[in-house]
């Protein structure tokens, strides 16, 4: 694990916990999220999935456009770490992803091709509650996590699924799953963004990401926001890139 000091550990926390602000955007938390835990172990890349109104997996957030794919091809065929975490609501640790073919015979194979070594994954939980998962990987030999790293990682985590729950929407009376709904439809949203950016400036869709957010910021919208605009707007793709 990457040393990190207190004070940076401290304000990654508060970070996740912070979920009461008025200006609160789940699809920029979720990304937040992966980005965070990436960094707090020295991870290659990092992935989070949900559970929809009727307890299925659905991709949420990635810190990469590689490992997104590699969720979605996860959930496809129903098979690798973030659904063992979901369903047991116990983490999955220190999996070399050369020697679980047997265990996991698609998502094994492809999560290797795709440069990947080491693999853990962590229960979104809150007590018996679990709402879902999020996928650690690791790109090289000798990065398995310590006695130290579960905890951290597994309380990031609750810290972040605690967040979710306590959010004022579902503090308004709203069921969770109609906020992890409308989380997914924003997420939808988000990769058609993404995409149009991608086609209108040449870029990469990991760039047209980086792109949008960072016109967000600058213009001080809610992600989600812009990135309905991107797509019903005529000419604000194009704006994104030349702004």
């Given amino acids: 694990m990457t040393t990190v000091s207190a004070e940076r550990l401290a304000a990654i926390f508060v970070e996740v916990a912070d979920t009461l602000v008025d200006d609160f955007d789940l699809i920029e938390f979720l990304h937040m999220l992966t ?5 707090l172990v020295g991870a290659a890349a990092t992935g989070l999935v949900l559970a929809d109104a009727h307890g299925r997996l659905e991709f949420m957030a990635a810190s990469d456009e ?11 065929y129903d098979q690798g770490p973030c659904l063992e975490a979901f369903a047991s609501g116990q983490p999955v640790i220190n999996v070399d992803l050369a020697g679980a073919s047997g265990r996991w ?27 879902g998962a999020m996928n650690v990987f690791g790109d090289h030999r000798g990065g398995d ?14 810290v972040a699924a605690i967040g979710l729950l306590q959010e004022r929407a579902i503090s308004r009376g709203e069921m969770l799953t109609e906020q992890l709904q409308s989380a997914l439809n924003s997420r939808i949203a988000l990769e058609q963004a993404k995409g149009a ?11 047209a990401f980086l792109a949008i957010r960072a016109y967000a910021v600058g213009h001080h919208r809610k992600l989600t926001d812009l990135c309905y605009a991107i797509i019903t707007e005529r000419g604000t793709a194009e704006r994104i890139t030349s702004a």
């Fill in 35 to 39: 980005e965070r835990a990436t960094t």
């Fill in 66 to 76: 590689n490992v997104k794919l590699l969720e979605l091809f996860q959930l496809q």
């Fill in 105 to 131: 015979p698609r998502f094994a194979p492809r999560a290797t091709a795709a440069g990947y070594q080491s693999v853990h994954a962590f229960p979104l939980r809150v007590r018996s509650q679990v709402i």
């Fill in 145 to 158: 996590f310590t006695d130290a790293d579960v905890p951290l990682m597994q309380a990031l985590t609750d």
């Fill in 197 to 207: 950016v991608a086609q209108a400036a040449g870029i990469s869709v990991d760039e």
